[in-house]
């Protein structure tokens, strides 16, 4: 799930690296959403939300977040934010800001082993990492 606006113009430039990830992860299980949140006002205007969304070549599913009732469940305030839950819809890492994807690719790597196992992969970061965040948030949307 990631959160993006419009007018963001590090969410744009992130996009293409995003894509290459559902692209690739997307066969092995990786589900993604887009919430658009806005910055502001003119960022308001559905149609013209998904105009930029298909001008930057947004296929998969895409949630107004208008209100930011989603985002402030998420305790989400950059742009852009990413999180990744596992299949229990645990967050497993979240990062925000221009190099946020980046770190996400880094946990995707880690989440998804060689042969897309997920259930091994989870141990395989467990082992390393027992501490890591798995923090479940229960979205209502």
């Known amino acids: 799930m990631y959160f993006w606006s419009k007018s963001c113009p590090s969410c ?13 992860y997307g066969p092995k299980g990786l589900e ?10 003119f960022d ?3 149609a013209k939300v998904l105009e930029v969304a298909k001008e930057l070549g947004i296929t998969e599913k895409l949630i107004f977040d ?15 934010t990413y999180f990744l839950f596992d299949k229990d819809g645990k967050v497993r890492r979240h990062a925000k800001g221009q190099f946020g994807v980046k770190m996400i690719e880094q ?3 880690r989440l998804f082993d060689e042969e897309g196992n997920v259930d091994e ?15 479940s948030f229960p979205l209502s949307f």
Request: proline content about 7%.
């Open 121 to 135: 992969a989870r141990e395989k970061e467990k082992e390393k990492s027992p501490e890591a965040v798995t923090e």
């Open 107 to 109: 946990a995707l790597i």
């Open 12 to 24: 744009h430039a992130n996009m293409p690296h995003l894509q290459k990830l559902r692209d690739e």
């Open 66 to 80: 208008n209100d930011h009732s989603i985002g402030d469940e998420l305790k989400v305030d950059a742009w852009p």
């Open 44 to 46: 308001l205007d559905e």
């Open 32 to 41: 993604v959403v887009s919430v658009h949140r806005p910055m502001g006002e």
